[in-house]
C-alpha cells in the first residue's frame, strides 16, 4: 500500500541548504568582493568573467564565492575556530568561476591548494584590479601583430597575451583597443624559400598598411598609438616600421618567449654602445649593426659599424633599453648623415624591437636611398629597400 501522504516526512534541510545557510554572505561582503575582483575569477590564469551567462551573454551572476579557509573545519583548509571566525570575511573569501570554485574545494581537507596559495592568487588578481582603477593618463593602443616563420623558428602571436602584456608594460595605462590588426604567413601567396621573395614580400608589406594599418590610423584623427608586436625576418620588421614611421606614437614590444612582458628585475644589465664614424663617408656606405650578434662584414664598399658591447639576443630587456637604444642610434645616424653618407646598405643582426625602431628612424628624407641586407649562409642577399 503507499503511504499516506500526512504520514511522508519530508526533510526541512539537506545537507546542502544547512550549509548554504551557514556560509551564507551578506550582501555588502558580496559587493565588497565584486568590486575588488571586477567581476572576474581569482583563480590565477582564469579570470574569466562571471557576470555574464557564457551561452546567451545575457547578464547573470554566475560566479561563486570561494572559502579560502573553509567555513567549516571539515572543508577544504578547514581550521576550527577560524572557520567560524572568517566564514563572512571578505578577505577570506575568492570570487570563483564554478570551475575553478571545483578546484579549490575538490577532496576536501585532501585539496592541494594551500591557504598561503590562494591567498597569493586573491592578492595578485586584486591588487591587479587596482593598478586599473587607479590608472591615470590613460591612453588606447591600436595591436599590430606581425608573424613570419624566422628560418625554422615559427612563432604564433596570441592576442589576449598582447592585451596583458600591453596592461603589464605600462602599468595599465596602455589599454588595448577593443580591434586589432595582424599581419601573417596566411596573408602572402607565395613562401619565404621563392626566388623572388623579397620584392614581392615588400609589395605585399606596404599593400597592407595601406589597406589596413593607415586607414586605422587615419581614422584617429591624428591621435593613433600603436603596440607593435613583431616576431619575422629583420627586413620584414624594419620595412614595417619605415612605413609607420617615427610620427605616429608607438610601443614596439619585445621578449616573446617571456610573454612580450619586460624584464623587471633590478639586476638586469644595461646595455652599451659602441662606435666610430669617420668625418669624411663616401655617398654610399655599408652599416653594419651588431646588436643580438657578431656580424661579417661585407667588402665590396666601405663599411661603418654600430655594435653593442657585449651584443646578444637578449640584450634589449626593459623598454628604457630600447629608448637608450633610440637614443645612441639616433646620434649615430646623425654622424652619417653628416660626414656625407646619402646611399645606406644595412646588414642588421638585431633584436625584434630594434629591428622595428631601425626602420621607423632610418627616414627617407634623411637619406637618398636605404637598403636591408639578410643574411643567408654563407653570404648576404639583398633583401628589400626602406625608402
Given at each position: ?86 566564514a ?9 568561476c ?19 596559495q ?73 613562401q ?10 615588400e ?23 600603436l ?31 617571456d ?21 669624411v ?29 657585449l ?5 634589449i ?71
Amino acid at each position: 500500500m503507499p503511504q499516506d501522504k500526512a504520514t511522508l516526512k519530508i526533510p526541512a534541510q539537506t545537507k546542502e541548504t544547512r550549509s548554504q545557510d551557514r556560509a551564507r554572505i551578506p550582501v555588502d561582503v558580496r559587493r565588497d568582493l565584486w568590486v575588488a575582483a571586477a567581476g572576474r575569477c581569482e583563480f590565477r590564469g582564469c579570470c574569466k568573467p562571471v557576470g555574464r551567462d557564457f551561452l546567451t551573454k545575457e547578464r547573470a551572476f554566475t560566479g561563486e564565492h570561494a572559502h579560502i579557509i573553509a567555513d567549516s573545519p571539515g572543508g577544504a583548509r578547514g581550521e576550527k575556530g577560524e572557520s567560524e571566525r572568517l566564514a563572512k570575511d571578505v578577505s577570506n573569501l575568492m570570487l570563483a568561476c564554478f570551475d575553478c570554485h571545483g578546484r579549490i574545494d575538490r577532496h576536501g581537507r585532501n585539496n592541494k591548494f594551500t591557504t598561503p596559495q590562494l591567498q597569493a592568487m586573491k592578492r595578485e588578481h586584486e591588487a591587479r584590479i587596482e593598478r586599473i582603477y587607479s590608472a591615470t593618463g590613460v591612453m588606447e593602443s591600436l595591436p599590430l601583430l606581425v608573424t613570419f616563420p624566422i628560418g625554422q623558428h615559427v612563432t604564433n602571436i596570441d592576442v589576449d597575451q598582447i592585451h596583458f602584456a600591453m596592461l603589464e608594460n605600462s602599468n595599465y595605462k596602455l589599454f588595448p583597443q577593443g580591434s586589432h590588426i595582424h599581419i601573417n604567413r596566411s596573408d602572402f601567396d607565395f613562401q619565404d624559400n621563392d626566388p623572388d621573395f623579397w620584392p614581392r614580400a615588400e609589395k605585399a608589406l606596404t599593400t597592407h598598411y595601406d589597406r589596413l594599418i593607415q586607414p586605422a590610423l587615419v581614422d584617429r584623427n591624428g591621435n593613433a598609438h600603436l603596440t607593435i608586436a613583431g616576431f619575422a625576418p629583420i627586413p620584414m620588421l624594419m620595412k614595417i616600421g619605415a612605413l609607420i614611421g617615427d610620427k605616429t606614437r608607438a610601443n614596439v614590444m619585445d621578449l616573446p618567449n617571456d610573454g612580450w612582458l619586460w624584464d623587471k628585475r633590478d639586476t638586469c644589465p644595461e646595455p652599451s654602445y659602441i662606435y666610430d664614424v669617420p668625418k669624411v663617408l663616401p655617398r654610399e656606405v655599408s652599416v653594419v649593426v651588431s646588436i643580438s650578434g657578431k656580424v661579417a662584414f661585407p667588402v665590396d664598399r666601405e663599411v661603418v659599424e654600430f655594435r653593442a658591447e657585449l651584443p646578444n639576443r637578449g640584450i634589449i630587456r626593459k623598454e628604457e633599453h630600447l629608448l637608450s637604444f633610440r637614443r645612441e642610434f639616433d646620434g649615430f645616424l646623425q654622424r652619417l648623415t653628416g660626414a656625407g653618407a646619402r646611399i645606406v646598405h644595412i646588414y642588421p643582426a638585431t633584436p625584434l624591437s630594434a629591428s622595428i625602431e631601425i626602420g621607423r628612424m632610418l627616414l627617407p628624407k634623411t637619406f637618398e636611398e636605404i637598403h636591408v641586407w639578410e643574411w643567408q649562409a654563407p653570404e648576404w642577399k639583398r633583401a628589400l629597400q626602406l625608402k
